[in-house]
């Protein structure tokens, strides 16, 4: 057996017989770059724990996805004996495209997606599809085994079982994130009892279509749980105001080297300027995959001293953790910018105000989302998958599934709370003299 120790499941074990498909996976140059990509982008500038990677998560999907199966495979009780032969069959399709599920999560996470207009799920289909040394490794294993792990990862394949394993309200990749997010960033409110959520776990059909859920009688607790958790990490780590903060500044930083360059007063690396002008993933590949947080840091600690005062500016302020300030709103919006306009220009502060002194935070703009809590849709997702993947759905003993929220006043509380946010952030000496008069 290969074992790993891990901090949120201890050991983590594959069989290096059965297993050595997931073992030559976590081998190849594309898997070993997660280790240089955190898990939660700038958070650790707010909780100085948070610097887990994408490596650590995708170990702990793939061991989630073998307790979940482990558990449901288990299943006697009429359809879902259907299913449970269905996920034997398919175990090492689950597992692949479980430990793959992130692997083109690119350099700062979500935070750089705003940026490029490009999602992480796009390049991890690039790289499962494309010349890569994954791709290699999968048809190896079987041809034609490649896209049968990118439809599992794109909700298309005909398993829908193996499919809502991976991506429902129920499923392991979720599970873990909380689950880690929580232990790293030391927010306890994120914790749920996974044990008795794996022991209650169901597997059956509603309205037609497989669904994940929870026993209705054992789980209606950890079903209640596990959603506060989420509503509670949401709030307070992935929407924190100063996670944000850096995340807005990296997003101008990177606008600013590009305005840079198309006026020809600097030449951006040649691997950046691709990904930061692509119309797609298409030809600059292996570009991409040369792009870590580490280089993009690299970059960033260059530019401190870059002869361009707006590009020096953010540049040294996301170094030194000098970051822009939030203010609440509401504030009479037209007035607050000519106020802050006065100041800025009262301090001498260079960069024009609307693009990089007056920085506006909305829903539209956050890279974390949580479909079922904002009760919100995922855009691009076709209506089948949209209602599949907003339900969290309980068995009684009948088999006859209902969702949590009709079930739970809790939840159903919860869920009529809309997860919104609305801030503008400005440099803090702004900040001071429009709270105090006094410069800062």
Same mark, same amino acid.
């Given at each position: 057996?290969?074992?790993?120790?891990?901090?949120?499941?201890?050991?983590?074990?594959?069989?290096?017989?059965?297993?050595?498909?997931?073992?030559?996976?976590?081998?190849?140059?594309?898997?070993?770059?997660?280790?240089?990509?955190?898990?939660?982008?700038?958070?650790?500038?707010?909780?100085?724990?948070?610097?887990?990677?994408?490596?650590?998560?995708?170990?702990?999907?793939?061991?989630?996805?073998?307790?979940?199966?482990?558990?449901?495979?288990?299943?006697?009780?009429?359809?879902?004996?259907?299913?449970?032969?269905?996920?034997?069959?398919?175990?090492?399709?689950?597992?692949?495209?479980?430990?793959?599920?992130?692997?083109?999560?690119?350099?700062?996470?979500?935070?750089?997606?705003?940026?490029?207009?490009?999602?992480?799920?796009?390049?991890?289909?690039?790289?499962?599809?494309?010349?890569?040394?994954?791709?290699?490794?999968?048809?190896?294993?079987?041809?034609?085994?490649?896209?049968?792990?990118?439809?599992?990862?794109?909700?298309?394949?005909?398993?829908?079982?193996?499919?809502?394993?991976?991506?429902?309200?129920?499923?392991?990749?979720?599970?873990?994130?909380?689950?880690?997010?929580?232990?790293?960033?030391?927010?306890?409110?994120?914790?749920?009892?996974?044990?008795?959520?794996?022991?209650?776990?169901?597997?059956?059909?509603?309205?037609?279509?497989?669904?994940?859920?929870?026993?209705?009688?054992?789980?209606?607790?950890?079903?209640?749980?596990?959603?506060?958790?989420?509503?509670?990490?949401?709030?307070?780590?992935?929407?924190?105001?100063?996670?944000?903060?850096?995340?807005?500044?990296?997003?101008?930083?990177?606008?600013?080297?590009?305005?840079?360059?198309?006026?020809?007063?600097?030449?951006?690396?040649?691997?950046?300027?691709?990904?930061?002008?692509?119309?797609?993933?298409?030809?600059?590949?292996?570009?991409?995959?040369?792009?870590?947080?580490?280089?993009?840091?690299?970059?960033?600690?260059?530019?401190?001293?870059?002869?361009?005062?707006? =590009? !020096? %500016?953010?540049?040294?302020? @996301?170094?030194?953790? *000098?970051? #822009?300030? +939030?203010? /609440?709103?509401?504030?009479?919006?037209?007035?607050?910018?000519?106020?802050?306009?006065?100041?800025?220009?009262?301090?001498?502060?260079?960069?024009?105000?609307?693009?990089?002194?007056? =920085? !506006? %935070?909305?829903?539209?703009? @956050?890279?974390?989302? *949580?479909? #079922?809590? +904002?009760? /919100?849709?995922?855009?691009?997702?076709?209506?089948?998958?949209?209602?599949?993947?907003?339900?969290?759905?309980?068995?009684?003993?009948?088999?006859?599934?209902?969702?949590?929220?009709?079930?739970? %006043?809790?939840?159903?509380? @919860?869920?009529?709370?809309?997860?919104?946010?609305?801030?503008?952030?400005?440099?803090?000496?702004?900040?001071?003299?429009?709270?105090?008069?006094?410069?800062?």
């Amino acid at each position: 057996m290969k074992t790993f120790r891990d901090p949120v499941h201890n050991i983590i074990q594959f069989d290096k017989v059965e297993e050595r498909l997931l073992l030559d996976l976590i081998d190849a140059p594309e898997f070993q770059r997660l280790h240089h990509i955190k898990q939660l982008g700038f958070s650790f500038l707010t909780y100085p724990g948070a610097e887990h990677t994408r490596f650590s998560h995708s170990l702990g999907v793939v061991h989630l996805m073998k307790r979940f199966l482990d558990k449901i495979i288990q299943e006697t009780r009429g359809e879902a004996r259907r299913y449970a032969e269905e996920l034997k069959e398919r175990r090492l399709l689950a597992l692949a495209a479980a430990l793959l599920h992130d692997i083109g999560h690119g350099p700062f996470s979500h935070a750089l997606e705003k940026t490029t207009n490009l999602r992480h799920e796009h390049w991890t289909i690039a790289i499962i599809l494309g010349n890569t040394t994954i791709h290699q490794i999968l048809e190896t294993y079987r041809t034609g085994f490649a896209q049968e792990v990118a439809d599992v990862i794109q909700r298309t394949h005909s398993s829908r079982a193996v499919v809502k394993l991976l991506s429902s309200q129920l499923d392991v990749d979720r599970m873990d994130y909380l689950l880690r997010d929580a232990q790293m960033t030391g927010a306890g409110y994120g914790r749920f009892d996974l044990e008795w959520l794996i022991h209650t776990l169901r597997i059956g059909e509603m309205d037609g279509e497989v669904q994940v859920g929870l026993d209705r009688e054992k789980g209606l607790s950890i079903a209640e749980d596990f959603i506060m958790a989420r509503y509670y990490m949401f709030v307070h780590v992935y929407l924190h105001k100063t996670t944000r903060s850096a995340e807005l500044m990296i997003d101008k930083i990177f606008e600013r080297a590009v305005e840079l360059e198309k006026k020809g007063e600097m030449v951006l690396p040649e691997e950046l300027s691709k990904l930061l002008n692509q119309k797609g993933t298409s030809g600059i590949l292996p570009q991409y995959l040369s792009l870590t947080d580490y280089t993009l840091w690299y970059y960033i600690s260059q530019w401190r001293k870059h002869e361009d005062p707006i =590009l !020096r %500016d953010l540049s040294r302020r @996301i170094l030194d953790r *000098d970051l #822009y300030k +939030s203010i /609440s709103i509401p504030y009479d919006m037209p007035t607050l910018f000519q106020r802050v306009k006065e100041i800025a220009s009262k301090l001498n502060l260079s960069p024009p105000m609307d693009k990089y002194l007056f =920085l !506006r %935070d909305e829903a539209s703009g @956050i890279p974390y989302k *949580d479909p #079922y809590l +904002s009760q /919100s849709t995922v855009t691009g997702e076709k209506e089948s998958e949209r209602e599949a993947s907003e339900r969290v759905i309980l068995f009684d003993e009948a088999g006859r599934g209902e969702e949590l929220s009709e079930i739970s %006043d809790l939840v159903r509380l @919860i869920r009529s709370k809309r997860l919104s946010i609305q801030r503008i952030y400005v440099p803090k000496e702004i900040k001071v003299e429009l709270l105090t008069g006094k410069e800062g």
